[in-house]
Nanobody, 122 residues
C-alpha cells in the first residue's frame, strides 16, 4: 500500500521560510518522480515543483522559481520542498505526488498524499 505523508506545514509571516517533507512508503522510491502541488479552495490543483527519479532534473512553476527548491533523499525515501521568501499568495494546501515522469499536469501523477497546510500571513 502506497503512502505519501507530508509534514512541515504551518503558519509563517511573509518573507519567512518553511521546509516541507514527504515520506514515501509502499513503493520503490527510486523508481518514481516526485512532485509538489498546491490547492486553495475553489481553485484547481496547481503544479509547484517536481524532481526526476534520480534527482538530476527538476521543474518549477514560474511563480516559485528562485524561491522554492525541491530535493530528494533516497536513503530516507523522502522528498523535500524548501520554501523561501514566502508571500500570502503561497497560502495553500500542499500535496506530495509520485509518478512515472516529471510533469506539470496533475493527471500524470499516480499517487497523492493528503496534504499539509501552509498559511502565510502579512
Amino acid at each position: 500500500q502506497v503512502r505519501l505523508a507530508e509534514a512541515g506545514g504551518g503558519l509563517v509571516q511573509a518573507g519567512g521560510s518553511l521546509r516541507l517533507s514527504c515520506a514515501a512508503s509502499g513503493l520503490r522510491f527510486e523508481a518514481y518522480a516526485m512532485g509538489w502541488f498546491r490547492q486553495t479552495p475553489g481553485k484547481e490543483r496547481e503544479f509547484v515543483a517536481a524532481i526526476s527519479r534520480g534527482g538530476a532534473n527538476t521543474l518549477y512553476a514560474d511563480s516559485v522559481k528562485g524561491r522554492f527548491t525541491i530535493s530528494r533523499d533516497k536513503a530516507e525515501n523522502t522528498v523535500y520542498l524548501q520554501m523561501n521568501s514566502l508571500s500570502p499568495n503561497d497560502t495553500a494546501l500542499y500535496y506530495c505526488a509520485a509518478g512515472g515522469v516529471v510533469a506539470a499536469a496533475p493527471r500524470r501523477w499516480a499517487y497523492w498524499g493528503r496534504g499539509t497546510q501552509v498559511t502565510v500571513s502579512t
